[in-house]
């Protein structure tokens, strides 16, 4: 087991040596708008989990995962020859569904603004069923009734 921060320092070179390949051109036509996120290295340093996002449509995103699982062997290769490991991690790419995720969200969020606007809405016109204040408050006798109880006590 390597040490975590290796192992992050290892991560964060992969992710600008991939980058910049990518930056480079590939010569995969295929390839499109796409952005390394984050690179995750298992504890043995064997093992890369690549995280990227494609900028647009679906058939867009499908080929550059394509030609990024078919140029896996040579940014491996160009990977190896940057760092400095005994061993070269096998390369992963995952797509990131970042942007798909944060479009979720803010449409959640969208919807939540919108039931509490209608929420307050209501609550502006709203009356309570029963009174104000619902709690049973202990009854206060006055004393003339404590005289009464009195007298009913001593027969």
Known sequence: MADPARARKMADRIKEIVARRLDKGLRDPRLGFVTIT??????????ASIFYTV??????????ALALKAATGMLRSEVGRNITARL???LEFIADAIPENAEHI???????????????ALAANAAYAGEADPYVKPREFD???DDDL???DAR
Do not use: M, N, W
Request: avoid cysteine; proline fraction near 2%.
């Open 150 to 152: 009195d007298e009913a």
């Open 38 to 47: 984050d690179v995750r290295v298992t504890g043995d340093l064997q093992h």
């Open 143 to 145: 004393e003339e009734s």
């Open 88 to 90: 070269t991690p096998s």
């Open 106 to 120: 803010e449409e959640l969020l969208r919807e939540a603004r919108t039931r509490d606007e209608a929420t307050t």
């Open 55 to 64: 900028y647009g449509t679906d058939e867009e995103r499908r080929d550059s």
